[in-house]
């Protein structure tokens, strides 16, 4: 070999023989993941999560658990007109019959053979200190419960995958047990069983160990599938050993959402098995959709991605180091793990005053900016000037491209703001209201609209909209998805002054704006008025809708 560098992207061919050709991919955002604390998903954000997950192209896709409350009800109800899934097998959660209890008068069962999903995940106890303690039964019994349910539902038509709760745990202290219990699902017709890390504490060396001896005893009969959580932190890692042990399904969530710390993060597991393994998981044309679909998804549960989440976060290829950023710009081979389009991320090059001006060409190469050299001298002067003063344009990446189009001449000429005014009142009976008034020139005209608020940034930003939405109807596109506030001690000593930053989206694109001032409405006001600047920008190259027209 010459010194190039290796592929990254492994070709299937490469795959260690000993690992399974393909793993798939069952997800379970929707039931487990929305076990988070802070989530709280409304019927039709559920849908709309399907189908992204759906578009990516998981295998299945846990939806709920009929029965189990009102919203899940509704969810199943509404699927079969309102959800068309072209990839995924939809998965309906349920648990096995009641101790001593008869399956063809059992509730929960008879809610999953009515939920209209092809296949249903049960879960049941494999850990003998559960069945005698928790269910306060005998050890025949547990397993009964186990075999009677997927022998009903496999009467019904049903695929079934035996949920195997606290498997590893229980497989610790009692395997022939644990094991037994596995068989009786087995031998009634399971397809997977599914071995469950519930407490989240094993590790890796645990768990491949574990699943090598499950895959061993059924011989290929049935299919293993893994879910784990990620307590000990190692819920990828633990899904990776499970595969080592010969598991062909890993069970995850997007973003890795789940109850504490969370479920294996399918959007880590998956480039992890196909891009450094070689095992197939979903299709391999639609990885790109990976980076897409995690901030989608993020959105719709409304949490802002970690930008340090692998693969697909903002961070995830983002190069802040001065003295390697040309070296990156010539050879990301050698600075990435992967190629970062592979997944739909993208190399960014991070800016703040200690760039030197080859990040900031680069920079602007990236945007689609031609500086000249004094222009370039100009925002790094500007850039150092702001800084100063409190700005941080490392984490205002909206606010920065504005900056260094404005140092080429540009300015944006949708609108023309004349002055503002905002006027917070409490009343006595102690309701708090916040009206804005603002005067905007726009398309020719003087406009005067009025907003109120539950704060300053809440009114100004329904007054600006007023004022210009109907001109520009992209704008109902735009959101604001969060707004930091933080108060600095200037280096002059002269007082505080606030940060504000204020994250936006318009469903493709996210971006943060910036604003610094000693006063916190003009400081929310310079980064309003950014993202709303930025959003018309990325709204002008998809052209506009038809009814938007730009001079
Ligand atoms: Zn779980």
């Avoid at 930008?307 to 600075?335: C, E, M, T």
């Avoid at 997944?343 to 945007?367: D, H, I, P, Q």
Wanted: proline share 4%.
């Amino acid at each position: 070999m010459s010194d190039a560098p290796q592929p990254v992207v492994r070709d299937p061919a490469a795959r260690d023989p000993a690992l399974p050709a393909a793993v798939e991919i069952y997800d379970t955002t929707l039931r487990d993941g929305a076990q988070l604390e802070g989530i709280s998903l409304t019927v039709d954000d559920k849908l709309r999560i399907a189908e992204q997950l759906d578009w990516l192209g998981v295998h299945y896709i846990e939806a709920g658990w009929p029965g189990a409350n009102p919203k899940d009800d509704e969810l199943f109800r509404r699927i079969p007109g309102e959800l068309t899934l072209d990839t995924s097998k939809l998965v309906a959660f349920g648990m096995t019959r009641r101790v001593k209890g008869k399956v063809d008068s059992d509730d929960t069962l008879r809610h999953l053979v009515e939920s209209g999903a092809p296949v249903v995940c049960i879960v049941g106890k494999t850990w003998d200190y559960h069945v005698t303690e928790a269910l306060g039964t005998d050890l025949d019994e547990g397993v009964a419960m186990v075999a009677d349910s997927v022998e009903y539902l496999r009467g019904a038509g049903l695929d079934v995958l035996f949920d195997a709760e606290h498997f590893f745990d229980g497989y610790k202290r009692n395997p022939e047990f644990a094991l037994r219990v596995l068989e009786g699902a087995a031998v009634q017709g399971a397809s997977h069983l599914v071995l469950c890390d519930t407490n989240g504490g094993s590790l890796p060396h645990e768990v491949e160990h574990i699943v090598r001896e499950v895959v061993e005893y059924f011989r290929g009969d049935v299919a293993v599938a893994v879910h784990l959580h990620d307590d000990a932190g190692t819920g990828v890692a633990n899904a990776l050993a499970g595969v080592r042990g010969g598991a062909t399904q890993v069970q995850g969530t997007i973003n890795g959402y789940g109850e504490r710390t969370g479920n294996c993060n399918l959007t880590t597991i998956i480039p992890n098995l196909t891009v450094k393994m070689g095992v197939e998981t979903i299709p391999r044309d639609r990885l790109e959709r990976l980076t897409p679909v995690a901030h989608h998804v993020a959105e719709l549960v409304n949490m802002a991605l970690n930008p340090q989440a692998p693969y697909v976060g903002s961070s995830a290829f983002a190069h802040k180091a001065g003295l390697h950023v040309s070296a990156i710009a010539k050879r990301p081979d050698a600075y990435e793990h992967v190629p970062p389009d592979v997944v739909g991320n993208g190399t960014r090059f991070v800016v703040s005053e200690l760039a030197g001006k080859s990040t900031l060409v680069l920079k602007a190469k990236e945007l689609g900016i031609e500086l000249d050299g004094p222009q370039l001298n100009g925002v790094v002067d500007m850039l150092k000037r702001l800084e100063h003063e409190g700005y941080h344009f490392e984490a205002a990446d909206g606010s920065l491209e504005l900056l260094m189009r404005r140092a080429t001449g540009w300015e944006q000429s949708w609108f023309r703001v004349e002055s503002f005014r905002v006027i917070a009142d409490e009343t006595e009976d102690a309701a708090f209201t916040v009206e804005a008034t603002i005067k905007v020139h726009v398309d020719g005209q003087r406009v005067i609209t009025t907003s109120e608020g539950n704060g300053p940034v809440n009114a100004l930003d329904g007054a600006l909209r007023k004022a210009i939405g109907s001109r520009y109807p992209a704008l109902e596109r735009l959101h604001l998805t969060d707004y930091k506030v933080r108060v600095l001690d200037t280096q002059k000593g002269t007082g505080a002054v606030t940060r504000v930053l204020i994250d936006s989206t318009d469903g493709e694109h996210n971006w943060t704006t910036i604003g610094v001032s000693e006063n916190i409405i003009e400081a929310s006001w310079q980064a309003l008025y950014d993202s709303i600047v930025y959003g018309l920008l990325r709204a002008q190259e998809r052209g506009f809708p038809r009814e938007d027209r730009s001079e």
